[in-house]
């Protein structure tokens, strides 16, 4: 009852702090129990989605003619086998197809748009509650894509038009397609009824075709992959399996998820930083006391004890606090992965790690305290009750000595003085102000860096004005020559450099054949930056994209066998360069293409200057249609958009937490360093010290401490921060991203921010400077 | 004899709770010539302290007024009284409350740099003098925690007159040294004193009073008494009879 009642003192001496440490604990302990907790949920989520659809193993895209009798038999020979189908879509050009009442087409889409029926034994797709959806003549299921990118409802309309025909939709349901959800995967299926498609066929007749396969056992995959691409059946397009598909659907949400974990051990750090400080400010503030119940024979551990229970109660009621907070946060953190993803029945593990999560923030905190609290074992009686302090402060330099500074202000020398002398105390706020500007850069960085046109280097293009894909039609070899023969003779055009993708068969490290993605053509137009190396220039030098290379194990300079018109052929690895597109696992050469094997074509130009782009792609896409058409701008925004908003919400997010940590730190940190200070203030102002030339002091201090930890963070931003990033990247094929700043946003903008709202904070907390006065601290 | 300071119908209240106020200065009445020595006893709880942190502006009177060099206080501002404080007065209290963080040195030479009234050099030259007149020069960059109580008590006399005060008060400079300290600090107050600068002190000890010209006792928040002892002429015969009749009056007063 005692501890109670020196607890409850204790905590109305000082509220304000003890409340801010408790948010503090607690958000940490709500971010990383919404953080685990998305993570949790996405992984059980796409678990149970692609368990509903039937999410294949292994799929083959394939444009041109396709056997299926030669599929079957191979297919029934193949003992990894477990089911095979092979879904056939009419692919649709953008500029036929009408979303809801626009009136322009979506010609300027980079999605490949097919239409498909339901599938009939795996691979469905599903509506908005993950029912396998059935759809009826006249209407149409969007991909949840669109519901996103154009605001769409159900009831909405859809048209396909084109010269000979008109037909509408009603939109009916939404798809989650577990192969095609995100947005970084350019191809989108929307689902009609089986007449429907009938009547399509007769108007539309690109196709193209999914071989899917299912597997007894998924861990197959890679061996039958291989397999597959060997045996000569139909490969005109990029295969995907199983374990891309996830990676590919939790991608967004992963990353999302990954900032709130790395968010939350921030605050949890600042929380210890701050219990810390509290602490010791406590001690110190008791030292006095401590000495006197030592000399009364109390033990140590009972007077730690004392300190320990409220730091830990506090610590398990913050947690518990955060994590109850956080069940009704969850589905601000979840809703995108809930629109494309869908939510799956709660499983027991799924309660369990949020709450064990809280948990170990609790215990960390507790353990915090424990080794804070070693100090006790410092104080003796004697010492404490004959200076009343801990004597932390460094020793001086001479040359730090008032009498030796001719010119800078006397206020300003003090205040800068005290941080030397009492740097232990005050690198919290020094570390704190580092982390929130290191917190606020970084994502500012790298939002400019997605949202800035160079982000194409990282895509594996170089950047040109305008790029023309040309995917799998008939004739495409014919109206490739024919599209370049134009560009040629175009005088808009200032340069251009048509590219050939093919597949060739490599010999892999186990000596097994293995296909390979080559693009072909001339690489000195449109230069990439290359990590290592250069591109190639000789016809027996390959260069290879980040992901490739790792999972090759090969450096620059390295022999690569490929198969060329049936021969062997020895390539030397030239470059590697970074490539975020098709799965990241790309490579280009200066071969001939393979002409049996073509997976598309594109075309890269500029154009003069004064010509415009839009008219010019607008021009292109009525004259090479079904080329798909886009500028530079239109290409990232339509590959990286979703990403982008996503980044946009976290840095919105890291800029206010970073300022709202600041201004809280700022404005706790002062007013506890006050209160200690007040035999000190109170002295100065009785020798005539003015209120104005102390605030001066204690403003010096934070705007002193402000400025280092901004330098100190954006050199770690520019450094460290561009590394963090480029590791997380580097899971999608860039391994080394260079940050663009946007000097303005982040060497003016954000220090101002923190700058003006760290000086308001100082100056509203220090107020308090006015109350100390020397007749109290005499009558003490 | 000119005045300097001067308190007229002081008052001084404090309010504990909601209702219930504790009046600590009752009409006080006094003037302070300039150059006059001057000391206010009384038992614990008089008003002394008070008083004195009154009428130097350090604290805020309830009601009264306090004339300083002629120019009234409570009419100046936040400011205007720091200024007054930093240029025209100097404080010496119980516990030498130098600060912690600065070297004896630095005590000495901040007040001077922040009045800005000379330069900086000037500043350090006259700070190095009165650590030598007061025997503590040798002590200039040691740290506050390395110096005896005694030897802060003389830099906190340094600091007082680094500015050249019209006044030094004194809360019980004496009070927390032992009588050899005490009576090194008494006859370096008189010295400042012959140079002309007012002192105001506060003690107990009537060995100290009695040093000074005038004895000013309070009781219950009112000066009850004020008893003129004249200039002491430092010789011992001289201070053993002021102790004597001091000590008699006092013993009169009921102290």
């Known amino acids: 009852m005692i501890i109670f009642r020196i607890l409850k003192k204790d905590f109305l001496r000082k509220k304000i702090v003890t409340i801010v440490v408790f948010v503090f604990i607690m958000l940490s302990a709500l971010l990383v129990s919404s953080g685990s907790n998305l993570i949790v949920e996405l992984s059980n989520s796409l678990n149970s989605l692609f368990s509903i659809s039937k999410v294949p193993h292994f799929v083959q895209m394939h444009s041109g003619e396709l056997d299926q009798l030669k599929i079957d038999n191979w297919s029934a020979s193949n003992s990894m086998v477990k089911e095979q189908q092979t879904v056939e879509m009419i692919t649709i050009d953008g500029s036929d197809l009408y979303l809801g009442e626009s009136q322009k087409p979506e010609e300027n889409s980079i999605m490949d748009i097919s239409f498909v029926t339901q599938n009939k034994s795996f691979d469905f797709l599903l509506d908005m509650n993950n029912n396998i959806i059935n759809i009826s003549a006249g209407e149409i299921a969007v991909p949840v894509y669109y519901m996103q990118q154009k605001n769409m409802k159900i009831g909405d309309k859809v048209s396909l038009s084109n010269k000979s025909s008109n037909i509408k939709f009603t939109i009916s349901a939404f798809i989650r397609d577990a192969q095609m959800n995100p947005s970084i995967v350019h191809s989108k299926r929307f689902l009609v009824s089986n007449t429907d498609y009938q009547m399509i066929q007769t108007t539309f007749h690109e196709k193209e075709y999914l071989i899917e396969f299912l597997l007894h056992d998924l861990k197959m995959a890679d061996d039958f992959s291989k397999s597959y691409l060997s045996s000569g059946l139909p490969g005109k397009g990029p295969s995907v399996d199983y374990n891309l598909f996830k990676v590919l659907n939790g991608l967004t949400d992963g990353i999302v998820s990954g900032v709130v974990i790395i968010l939350s051990l921030l605050l949890m750090i600042i929380a210890i930083l701050c219990l810390r400080f509290t602490i010791l400010s406590s001690i110190e503030e008791d030292y006095r006391e401590i000495g006197v119940l030592k000399a009364i024979g109390i033990s140590r551990n009972d007077i730690r004890k004392i300190y320990l229970l409220k730091y830990a109660a506090m610590g398990a009621l913050a947690s518990l606090t955060g994590y109850i907070a956080s069940l009704f946060l969850n589905h601000f953190f979840t809703s995108n992965m809930l629109m494309y993803i869908g939510n799956a029945p709660k499983i027991f593990i799924q309660q369990i790690i949020p709450m064990g999560a809280a948990g170990i923030i609790s215990m960390i905190v507790f353990l915090s305290c424990v080794i804070i609290l070693r100090r006790f074992n410092r104080i003796t009686a004697i010492e404490a009750l004959r200076s009343g302090n801990s004597g932390d402060s460094l020793k001086i330099n001479r040359l730090l000595h008032l009498k030796n500074s001719r010119i800078t202000p006397v206020n300003v020398f003090l205040g800068a003085r005290d941080i030397l002398q009492r740097f232990r105390m005050y690198a919290l706020l020094c570390i704190v102000f580092f982390f929130c500007t290191s917190f606020t850069i970084i994502p500012v960085h790298f939002l400019n860096t997605i949202k800035s046109t160079a982000f194409i280097s990282y895509m594996g293009i170089g950047r040109s004005d ?12 014919e109206r490739f020559e024919s599209m370049v023969a134009r560009i040629s003779g175009d005088s ?11 597949r060739f068969i490599m010999i892999n490290n186990e000596g097994a054949e293995e296909n390979i993605n080559i693009e072909t053509g001339d690489f000195s137009l449109f230069p990439l930056d290359y990590l290592e190396g250069r591109a190639p220039e000789t016809a027996d030098e390959i260069a290879l994209s980040y992901l490739n290379n790792r999972e090759m194990n090969k450096k620059t300079g390295d022999k690569l066998m490929l198969i060329v018109d049936g021969k062997n052929k020895e390539m030397r690895i030239c470059g590697i360069y970074q490539d975020v597109t098709n799965g990241g696992k790309t490579a280009k050469a200066a071969l001939p293409f393979n002409k049996n094997a073509v997976l598309w074509y594109t075309v890269s130009l500029d154009l003069n200057t004064g010509i415009n782009a839009a008219e010019k792609v607008r021009e292109y896409s009525d004259s090479f249609y079904p080329a798909r058409i886009t500028d530079l701008e239109g290409y990232l925004k339509q590959t990286m958009g979703n990403t982008i908003e996503q980044i946009k919400k976290v840095t919105i997010v890291s800029v206010s937490v970073g ?3 600041s201004v809280l730190i700022t404005s706790l940190f002062l007013k506890m360093l006050i209160a200690g200070d007040s035999s000190q203030i109170a002295i100065m102002k009785s020798l005539g010290v003015s209120l104005h030339q102390i605030r001066i002091q204690y403003i010096t201090r934070s705007l002193l401490l402000l400025t280092s930890g901004i330098i100190l963070g954006t050199v770690f931003s520019n450094t460290a921060g561009q590394n963090i990033i480029s590791m997380i990247w580097s899971f999608m094929g860039a391994s080394q991203i260079r940050f663009i700043i946007n000097t303005v946003q982040a060497y003016l903008i954000l220090p101002l921010l923190l700058i003006i709202s760290v000086t308001i904070t100082s100056a509203i907390s220090i ?10 601290i005499v009558a003490e | 004899m000119e005045i300097l300071l001067e308190a007229k119908n002081l008052n001084k209240k404090y309010v504990i709770g909601k209702q219930n106020e504790l009046q600590i200065l ?5 003037q302070i010539g300039r150059g006059e020595f001057v000391s206010i006893m009384g038992p614990s709880g008089s008003g002394k302290s008070t008083l004195l942190y009154n009428i130097s ?11 300083f060099n002629g120019r009234e206080l409570s009419t100046l501002t936040e400011k205007e009284l720091s200024g007054l404080r930093l240029n025209k007065m100097g404080f010496i209290f119980q516990h030498s409350h130098l600060l912690k963080n600065l070297s004896i040195f630095d005590n000495i030479i901040m007040t001077g740099y922040m009045a800005k009234s000379t ?21 200039a960059d040691n740290d506050i925690t390395q110096a005896s109580g005694g030897q802060l008590q003389r830099a906190g006399i340094c600091r007082a007159l680094i500015n050249n005060p019209d006044i030094i008060f004194g809360d019980e400079p004496t009070g927390a040294l032992n009588t050899k300290s005490a009576g090194e600090i008494m006859e370096l107050l008189e010295e400042i004193n012959k140079s002309g600068t007012s002192i105001l002190l506060v003690t107990h000890d009537a060995r100290v009073a009695s040093k000074t010209e005038r004895v000013l006792f309070m009781l219950d928040g009112r000066i009850v008494a004020d008893k003129k002892l004249g200039k002491c002429s430092g010789e011992s015969g001289d201070i053993k009879s002021r102790e004597e009749k001091l000590t008699q009056w006092l013993l009169e007063m009921g102290l």
């Open chain 2, 26 to 30: 009752k009409d006080i009445n006094i």
């Open chain 2, 57 to 67: 502006g350090m604290d805020r009177m309830t009601s009264g007024k306090v004339l």
């Open chain 1, 659 to 661: 300022l709202a940590v």
């Open chain 2, 119 to 139: 330069s900086r050099k000037l500043i350090n030259k006259k700070a190095r003098e009165l650590m030598e007149k007061t025997g503590i020069a040798g002590l």
């Open chain 1, 466 to 477: 305008i790029r023309i894909d040309l995917r799998q039609s008939d004739n495409i070899a």
């Open chain 1, 767 to 776: 107020t308090g400077i006015k109350k100390s006065s020397i007749s109290e």
């Open chain 1, 492 to 502: 808009d055009v200032k340069r251009f450099s048509p590219k050939v993708t093919s």
